[in-house]
């Protein structure tokens, strides 16, 4: 079972990489937003996962939720921001 | 026969939440070519806001199911439901910026004038 | 927008926050259930006019049965709409006519519906919610057939439902 935890990891990590062509290549800030919102949706998972394979679940999910939660302020706060100055 | 004899040495549960989570990272795999291949942002966060928001669920069920019931398996279900109200907020949050900052939507063709107006 | 803070608010945010220390520490000794009490004292002191009270005009206890089962619905048109994602990413050439439209709404009062109505748009199927400006909700359709399936307005009156007599 931990080796498909760690297969699963790998997948993960070559998804990232595909998203991180969006976060470097994209045409406007948004498209870069959303590409960083959705890697940072995939870490969340990869964390759970790494902690299932080193057997300390109970360390790994405090560290999710906080991960969690700090993604979407961070989202919330870069479009505020956005919103404010009116243009991308 | 390979296969065969991995899958003996697995329970019930542990098969149960291989499906879940090989699903789960199909919809992952799901959104991030839609990521890459659409062709403006709206539609990009159509590829997210869905697809992230059900893969998180089912890879989570997954884990819950490998784990079992307890304490732990109660703050997975916490996160689960966080992303499941968070990350459509999230993907509004980021089309209201974009709306208001004017950007043109991406039309098949150039049929209409004025792209940034709502069609009725 | 602050609202006024009154005696059974200040309590109902702290055994809120009491509830959540208690759940996500795990450690039930005196020692550590005492921080919490203090911790949980001093934030609720600082910050009750941030959480919100939403008063439903109905007055049915079934509420949670009612949002429970509009859950289940709302998860099977998650993965009608991830599948219909799916076919359309997958498939060799885009078939996709993208367009913006606007949904006034009839029956929605108040923020807490309007945001569920807004995060339910984002999920079901071809839909994202862009803006919601009072009554009037700006949705980004994929085709033409998710923007008229939306206009039917079946899923506003389930949430009109549930909040809503």
């Known amino acids: ?88 | 026969m390979l296969t065969v004899s991995i899958l003996k040495n697995l329970s019930a549960n542990d098969i149960c939440a291989i499906v879940l989570i090989i699903a789960g990272l199909f919809f992952f795999f799901t959104s991030t070519v839609g990521i890459l291949r659409f062709p403006d942002l709206y539609t990009r966060m159509h590829a997210t806001g869905k697809g992230d928001t059900l893969a998180v669920l089912l890879i989570i069920s997954g884990a819950i199911v490998h784990h079992g019931l307890n304490l732990n398996s109660a703050k997975l279900t916490l996160i689960a439901l966080f992303v499941f109200i968070a990350n459509p907020t999230a993907t509004h949050a980021i089309g209201r910026a974009a709306y208001r900052c004017g950007i043109k939507p991406w039309l098949k063709e150039s049929k209409c004038t004025n792209p940034g107006e709502p069609h009725q | 927008m602050l609202k006024e803070v009154t005696f059974p608010r200040y309590l109902a945010t702290f055994f809120w926050l009491l509830f959540f220390w208690l759940f996500l520490s795990g450690h039930y000794d005196i020692f550590h259930i005492s921080i919490g009490i203090i911790c949980c004292a001093g934030i609720s002191y600082t910050s009750t006019d941030l959480l919100f009270f939403y008063k439903t005009d109905k007055k049915r206890p079934f509420i949670i049965v009612e949002f429970f089962i509009y859950i289940l619905w709302l998860l099977f048109q998650i993965i009608i709409a991830n599948l219909q994602v799916a076919r359309l990413v997958l498939s060799p050439r885009l078939k996709i006519d993208p367009r913006i439209v606007v949904y006034k709404s009839r029956y929605l009062k108040g923020d807490v519906p309007r945001a569920t109505y807004g995060n339910s748009i984002t999920l079901t199927p071809g839909t994202v919610t862009l803006d919601i400006r009072g009554k009037e909700f700006y949705v980004h359709a994929l085709t033409p057939k998710f923007a008229n399936s939306l206009k039917t307005g079946t899923m506003e009156r389930k949430v009109s439902h549930i909040y809503h007599r």
Do not use: H, Q, W
Not at chain 1, 4 to 26: Q, S, T
Not at chain 1, 54 to 70: H, K
């Open chain 1, 1 to 88: 079972m931990n080796t498909f935890f760690l297969y699963v990891n790998i997948f993960l990590g070559f998804l990232i990489l595909a998203c991180l062509y969006r976060v470097v290549m994209g045409p406007t800030t948004i498209d870069r937003m959303i590409a960083v919102s959705a890697i940072g949706t995939k870490t969340l998972i990869l964390l759970i996962l790494i902690g299932f394979i080193f057997g300390r679940v109970e360390m790994f999910v405090d560290i999710c939720t906080v991960y969690a939660l700090l993604n979407f302020l961070g989202t919330l706060a870069t479009t505020k921001f956005f919103e404010g100055r009116g243009k991308c």
